[in-house]
């Protein structure tokens, strides 16, 4: 029998607390607790995310928390493998509301069966999926339908 997400990791249920914090000059964020406004919109599309896109990240495999040396490496993974095929990104940090818990991840514009397939390559149980108007997770493991954001 296939685990679930939230039997694998046991912080999964919290997925929809996510606030992303996009990096660059200007701060930017969407706190996915809540309806994507236009003025979120907007600000992805400062970044370069036009169209649908996945937020993903390399850190801790299968739920697994890793140190942070180990985590660097495996995001030094994943943008080299972007950047060798050449594949543009936005970085993004996926945090926790009270910003306790962060992951180094990437927003890439790439079908959803693509980025799936990259999360599956880092061992990743789920991604964010934008679609254009709101927000999605998406099992990696495909066990349980996307879940709508927010809640």
């Not at 992951?103 to 679609?131: K, N």
Request: glycine fraction near 6%; proline fraction near 7%.
């Amino acid at each position: 029998m296939t685990e679930t997400p939230s039997q694998q990791d046991p912080d999964f249920d919290r997925y929809p607390e996510t606030i992303l914090h996009f990096t660059g000059p200007a701060g930017f964020e969407v706190d996915l607790r809540r309806a994507v406004s236009g003025e979120d919109v907007e600000g992805l599309r400062r970044r370069g995310l036009k169209a649908s896109f996945a937020v993903l990240t390399a850190h801790d495999p299968e739920g697994r928390d890793l140190d942070e040396g180990e985590n660097e490496r495996r995001n030094d993974a994943l943008k080299h493998r972007l950047a060798s095929a050449h594949v543009g990104f936005v970085e993004v940090n996926a945090c926790s509301p009270d910003g306790k818990h962060c992951e180094c991840s990437v927003a890439i514009e790439t079908p959803l069966a693509s980025a799936i397939e990259l999360a599956s390559a880092f061992d990743q149980l789920a991604i964010f999926w934008f679609d254009g108007a709101r927000f999605w997770i998406e099992s990696v493991i495909r066990t349980i339908p996307p879940i709508p954001l927010p809640r």
